[in-house]
Every structure is written in structure tokens, then in C-alpha cells.
């Protein structure tokens, strides 16, 4: 059974950094793609970032990009996403997400991506 356990989230100021992480079970590059989504309140799950774990090309969500970076530590067997400027609107829970099969990209489309961690807290406060 494929199993991913997110880290890392937390509480922070506007303005903070977090850096969240995600162990899969196997290795990361036995997922084509992996990503990060986010779930607020009363809202439905939205893509954040995503990875390419052979070639490493990245996705970002619009509302994310030149904030947000997301990598794999091949070393570490993780992957991650780095969280800067951290906006209130950021606040939501923090998935992290895989996709078996073949892929030619790796948008962060929650559709697309078969399985799906916990979860970890981000909330931040203006």
C-alpha cells in the first residue's frame, strides 16, 4: 500500500516561512509525478506545485509562483516545498500527492494524482 506522510506544517506571521515535507513509501522516483495541493475551509482542493521526479521540470499555481518552490532530496528519499512571503490567504491543509503511470507533465491537477497523504496544518496569521 502506497503511503505518504507530510511534515513540517505549522503556525506563522505574514511574512514567514515554512518548509514542508513528504516521505513516500518506495522511492520518489518510482512516481512520475508528485506534488502539493491545499485544501482551505469551505473551498475545494486546489494544486499548488507539482514535479517531474525524473527530469525535474516543476508547476506552479499562479497564486504561488516565485514564493513557493518545490524539489525532491533524492538523498533524503523526500520531497519538499519551501514556503516564503507567506500570505493569511495561505492558510489550509497541505497534501502531498503521487501519480502512478506515465506522464508527459505533471500539473498539479487533483484529478490526475492517485494518491494522497494525511495532510499537515499551515496557518497563517496576519
Known amino acids: 500500500q502506497v503511503q505518504l506522510v507530510e511534515s513540517g506544517g505549522g503556525s506563522v506571521q505574514a511574512g514567514g516561512s515554512l518548509r514542508l515535507s513528504c516521505a513516500p513509501s518506495?522511492?520518489?522516483?518510482?512516481?512520475?509525478?508528485m506534488g502539493w495541493f491545499r485544501q482551505a475551509p469551505g473551498k475545494e482542493r486546489e494544486g499548488v506545485a507539482g514535479?517531474?521526479?525524473?527530469?525535474?521540470?516543476?508547476y506552479y499555481a499562479d497564486s504561488v509562483k516565485g514564493r513557493f518552490i518545490i524539489s525532491q532530496d533524492n538523498a533524503k528519499n523526500t520531497l519538499n516545498l519551501q514556503m516564503n512571503s507567506l500570505k493569511p490567504e495561505d492558510t489550509a491543509m497541505y497534501f502531498c500527492?503521487?501519480?502512478?503511470?506515465?506522464?508527459?507533465?505533471?500539473?498539479?491537477?487533483?484529478?490526475?494524482?492517485?494518491?494522497w497523504g494525511q495532510g499537515t496544518q499551515v496557518t497563517v496569521s496576519s
Open positions: 500527492a503521487a501519480i502512478r503511470g506515465w506522464r508527459s507533465t505533471c500539473h498539479p491537477i487533483p484529478r490526475d494524482y492517485h494518491y
Open positions: 518506495g522511492y520518489t522516483y518510482n512516481y512520475p509525478c
Open positions: 514535479i517531474y521526479t525524473s527530469g525535474g521540470d516543476t
